[in-house]
């Protein structure tokens, strides 16, 4: 096993210790590249990994790992995570399939976790329409192009579990259906995600004797944010390069906060009243420096960058042309108001505290697919009386006077909805 290797897959087992929630007892990661396959073994410490924990199972009998078996057949996917995180962990003991009801589940998985018995055919079979599936009375596999792919899975279908049973206390959730789900998810695999899964694939060949700052940052990547950062930083002033480093910090906490996963979510500021800047599209929160944000004219939504903005673009500079007391919009896949989200339901604020600050009622938008005009008309309206809204299967949105009074209105909507949904669900 190379280091290489090694250093891929002890990452991602580090990664995976440090959730906030188990990953059960004895989570497996199964890794494939060159056409070799790598296994870690079963009482792994992921917290400490060693090279003795990773066996490569490239010419084993697999007739006894079916998944790997199903992984080294498919030309889909390189990485899968074995696990049974707790909210996951009820829907295996309870034979629940768990149905998209949320955009990032669609796009990222596919129309539903299905269940399957631990056959290689089966497990294949499943994998080829979704990248999660449940093997009865065993455990989730998440899979993915990469490890970071198949860890983002994790967190998705694990959020998705929680989600689905914990809205049963407003009434259960509306699943988006199977065609409009495989429709995402198929646009999401060959669009969205293609410049992660590029910088990923680039990540993962790193030399772990390398520095750190040349494994975050390729040559090739390097040159292109040096030429980034000298356009932006030749005669600007100071605000516009404070603005591109509160947008890394807030990124940031969103992530320390919990209330994004993966890529997921995009946030915005004012420059001045016809120009933003934005979170990129595609590139997670810890690969992004003030050079990366993007420029945007709110008023025709052209750009100026190295990367291309946030698909949602035009939900920002909707409420912007909307509120012009508005200098900053955040937008989360937070947990809590996902439960709402994937219920398509508005939330009621129950804290008097609260209540003057988001009052009464956090409303819900109708839905619209993500990046579409409609979306951005269906945000603008449900906002109207309150500092944010929930997105129909989507997330939540929120606008502020500037960074920190939008993140803080983040947090408030999501403490209402957590409140709410626990208040009932502990009954």
């Known amino acids: 096993m190379s280091a290489e290797i090694f250093y891929t897959i002890s990452k ?36 400490a990994l060693e090279p003795e924990d990773i066996i490569d199972i490239t010419d084993h009998d697999k007739s006894q790992i079916p998944a790997a078996a199903a992984l080294m057949e498919s030309r889909k996917l390189n990485a899968m ?17 768990i149905p998209a009801s949320l955009d990032d589940m669609a796009q990222i998985i596919g129309p539903a976790v299905k269940i399957v018995e631990p056959d290689e055919k089966q497990i294949a079979r499943a994998l080829s329409k979704a990248t999660a599936v449940i093997v009865e009375n065993s455990c989730l596999i998440a899979g993915g192009r990469n490890l970071r792919e198949a860890f983002t899975a994790l967190t998705v279908v694990e959020k998705s579990a929680e989600t689905m049973l914990k809205a049963q206390v407003i009434g259960g959730v509306k699943p988006l259906g199977p065609r409009l789900s495989q429709f995402m998810h198929h ?21 772990p004797e390398q520095t750190a700052e040349a494994a975050e940052a390729p040559e090739e990547e390097t040159a292109g944010r040096s030429e980034a950062a000298s356009t932006w930083t ?5 605000r516009e390069q404070e603005l591109r480093e509160e947008l890394v910090r807030y990124g940031n906490l969103l992530v320390e906060y919990g209330l994004v996963q993966g890529t997921w979510g995009n946030l915005s500021v004012m420059l001045d009243r016809d120009t933003m800047l ?22 025709s939504l052209k750009y100026e960058g190295i990367h291309r903005p946030t698909s949602e673009k035009d939900m920002h500079a909707g409420i912007y042309r909307k509120y012009p007391d508005v200098n900053a919009v955040i937008h989360t896949h937070s947990k809590y108001c996902s439960v709402f989200a994937a ?17 009464e009622i956090i409303g819900v938008s109708k839905y619209a697919l993500a990046g579409t005009r409609g979306i951005t008309k269906n945000a ?43 208040k009932r669900w502990e009954k």
């Open 278 to 299: 934005c979170t990129p599209s595609g590139l997670s929160y810890d690969r992004l420096g003030p050079e990366d944000m993007v420029k945007v004219s709110i008023s």
């Open 343 to 359: 219920a398509s339901m508005p939330l009621q604020v129950e804290s008097a505290g609260k209540m003057q600050a988001l009052g």
């Open 187 to 207: 646009r999401y695999q060959a669009k969205y995600s293609k410049e992660e899964t590029e910088i990923e694939d680039r990540a993962e060949v790193f030399d």
């Open 81 to 97: 995570i074995l696990c049974d995180p707790p909210y996951t962990d009820i829907c295996i003991a309870s034979r629940h399939e």
């Open 234 to 238: 030749a005669g600007k002033n100071s």
């Open 380 to 422: 603008v309206k449900a906002m109207k009386s309150s500092p944010g809204c929930i997105l129909s299967h989507h997330g939540m949105i929120a606008k502020g006077r500037d960074l920190e009074d939008a993140f803080r209105n983040v947090q408030l909507i999501e403490e209402a909805a957590r409140e709410y949904i626990d």
């Open 12 to 47: 991602y087992a580090e990664l995976i210790s440090g959730l906030p929630y188990s990953a059960g007892e004895k989570p497996r990661i199964i890794y494939k590249r060159g056409g070799q396959c790598w296994m870690t073994v079963k009482d792994a410490d992921f917290s």
